[in-house]
């Protein structure tokens, strides 16, 4: 059975970084794009970034762009986002999930999610 499992979230002060990983198990998603969203107490899931299935293309919502890198080991069955210059804004569960090939935007796109990880960053 596939398996999204999230790990690196925690407790940071603004400005602050984390590096998130999402390893894959009970099959390859080196065929899948790959998302990060974020929900915060009260709001909607959101969409956070993206790499499609070979790595060569990434996507960044305008919130993190410029501090949040996304990137992937498909050796590893694993992906990564890297988050820089972190704000309270940022509070939030992230969830990784996968579908085939491309990067979507919105979360019914995607077939597989993980259980989330905790991010808090404290001002």
């Known amino acids: 059975q596939a398996q999204l499992v999230e790990s690196g979230g925690g407790l940071v002060q603004a400005g602050g970084s984390l590096r998130l990983s999402c390893a894959a198990s009970?099959?390859?998603?080196?065929?899948?794009?790959m998302g990060w969203f974020r929900q915060a107490p009260g709001k909607e899931r959101e969409f956070v970034a993206g790499?499609?299935?070979?790595?060569?293309?990434?996507y960044y919502a305008d919130s993190v762009k410029g501090r949040f890198t996304m990137s992937r080991d498909n050796a590893k069955n694993t992906v990564y986002l890297q988050m820089n210059a972190l704000k309270p804004e940022d509070t939030a569960v992230y969830c990784c999930?996968?579908?085939?090939?491309?990067?979507?935007?919105?979360?019914?796109?995607?077939?597989?999610w993980g259980q989330g990880t905790q991010v808090t960053v404290s001002s």
């Open positions: 790499i499609n299935w070979s790595g060569g293309n990434t």
């Open positions: 999930a996968a579908r085939p090939l491309d990067i979507v935007l919105v979360p019914k796109g995607y077939d597989y």
């Open positions: 009970g099959r390859t998603f080196s065929s899948y794009a």
